[in-house]
């Protein structure tokens, strides 16, 4: 069988205010939804000039447009200027395996969290599993947060999927838009919660590799459009 032909590169997201101040909501929605703790996420959108993305250590509520950092797609971040996320070596790395995501979202969901800590995938236990890309949400090795080894961890299992939770860290998700990606966020960790849940009182009875892509099928349409963004 051949193996299935990478997407088509994904057009870059446009430098203007608009998109900034997108990024910006984006980490202040995901806070105010109980889906990451301070400045613990970071979110980063491919542009023409290479990748912009959230500096480090700023309080989300401190950010304007101005404040989000620009940095090369595959090269160090200039000596001098503002600081990037710390996290920027796997948001590079995501940018240039994933060339179709334009938009990588990473954060500390409590539910994601757990299964993190317990080095658990999420398995086929809902539907819901193929809005990630495949038949499950892998799980990425530990490394240290920023390391080059944690960026080639997470680029070798996001070959082909949307999302993974990362060992004893987070989780991080792909979109084609920035309001895509935070689609994405919130059903990986309405997921994992009912993964966690499943075992009270039993366990996760799995769907099939058939059921799985069938699914796969009838998601290529689901969830926000590619062609909409929100700001708030």
Not at 12 to 31: S, V
Not at 52 to 58: A, H, K, Q, R
Not at 88 to 107: E, I, K, N, S, T
Request: glycine fraction near 6%; proline fraction near 11%.
């Amino acid at each position: 069988m051949s193996p299935t032909p990478a997407p088509p590169p994904a057009a870059p997201l446009p430098d203007t205010t608009e998109t900034r101040q997108a990024l910006i909501d984006a980490c202040l929605w995901m806070n105010a939804r109980h889906l990451n703790q301070g400045t613990s996420g970071n979110i980063s959108a491919r542009i023409a000039e290479g990748i912009l993305i959230t500096p480090s250590g700023v309080p989300y509520e401190e950010l304007t447009p101005e404040a989000m950092v620009t940095i090369p797609l595959a090269d160090l971040p200039p000596a001098s200027g503002p600081k990037p996320s710390s996290e920027w070596p796997f948001h590079q790395g995501m940018h240039q395996a994933r060339p179709d995501m334009p938009v990588v979202l990473h954060a500390h969901p409590p539910y994601c969290s757990v299964l993190a800590v317990q080095r658990r995938a999420i398995p086929p236990c809902h539907y819901m599993i193929a809005a990630f890309g495949g038949h499950d949400v892998p799980l990425a090795d530990y490394a240290l947060f920023g390391s080059p080894e944690l960026c080639a961890n997470m680029a070798e299992i996001m070959a082909d999927r949307h999302a993974c939770l990362m060992a004893n860290h987070g989780a991080t998700v792909l979109g084609e838009t920035i309001e895509k990606a935070r689609w994405r966020l919130e059903e990986l960790e309405t997921l994992a919660r009912t993964y966690l849940f499943s075992s009270i009182g039993g366990a996760a009875q799995l769907l099939s590799e058939a059921e799985i892509a069938e699914v796969l099928v009838a998601f290529q349409s689901y969830g926000p459009s590619n062609d909409t963004e929100t700001a708030s």
